[in-house]
Structures are given as structure tokens and as C-alpha cells.
């Protein structure tokens, strides 16, 4: 049984640092595309960044420059470290794995998730 949990949100003010960590069980994060997205309130679940097996990554415009993708194979876990945040990041955060096909930052396209962390960034 694949499980994803997330960890690491808070609440920071605009400009701090955050890191959200994925631990994977049931699943090879050397194996696939693994990636985190965000849902804010009334919006649609939107992709934040990606990282493929051979380690090369894919950001959302609003994130590239401030957010990093990493992931530690040896312990199965998925990381994003955020910094520079804004008011505008605040939101639910999930990581996901489980790639199908198609657009890799299209939350349709991943079989399995996470429970969600929330990150509210205050100005």
C-alpha cells in the first residue's frame, strides 16, 4: 500500500523560509516522477514542481527561483524547500507520485497522494 505524509508547514511572514518534507512507504521514490502541488481556498488543486527519476526538475512559473525540489532516495523521501515566500503561496500542499502520462504538472495525470500540509505565509 503506497502512503505519502507530508510535513513541515506553518505559518511564516512574507519573505521567511519553509521546508516541507514526503515520507514514502509502499512506493520507490527513485523510481518515478514524484512532484507537490498546492490548493488554495476555492481554487483548483495547481502543480508547484516535479522531479523525474534522473533527478531533473520542473517548476511553476510563479515558484522558479524560490522554491527547490529535492529527494532523498536513500531514505524515500520527497522535499521541497521554499523561500522568499509570499502572501500568494499560502495554501494546502500536497506531494504525489504515481505518473501516468501527459502534462507533468496536471494533478489528473498522479495516481497517489498525500494528506496535505498547509503553509500560510502573513505580510
Known amino acids: ?4 505524509v507530508e510535513s513541515g508547514g506553518g505559518s511564516v511572514q512574507a519573505g521567511g523560509s519553509l521546508r516541507l518534507s514526503c515520507g514514502v512507504s509502499g512506493y520507490s521514490s527513485s523510481s518515478d516522477r514524484m512532484g507537490w502541488f498546492r490548493q488554495a481556498p ?3 488543486r495547481g502543480g508547484v ?3 523525474d527519476n534522473y533527478g531533473t526538475t ?3 512559473d510563479p515558484v522558479r527561483g524560490r522554491f527547490t525540489i529535492s529527494k532523498d532516495n536513500a531514505k524515500n523521501i520527497l522535499y521541497l524547500q521554499m523561500n522568499s515566500l509570499k502572501p500568494e503561496d499560502t495554501a494546502l500542499y500536497y506531494c504525489a507520485a504515481g505518473f501516468r502520462s501527459g502534462l507533468i504538472l496536471e494533478a489528473n495525470n498522479y495516481n497517489y497522494w498525500g494528506q496535505g500540509t498547509q503553509v500560510t ?3
Open 1 to 4: 500500500q503506497v502512503q505519502l
Open 42 to 44: 476555492g481554487k483548483e
Open 49 to 51: 514542481a516535479t522531479i
Open 58 to 60: 520542473t517548476y511553476a
Open 121 to 123: 505565509v502573513s505580510s
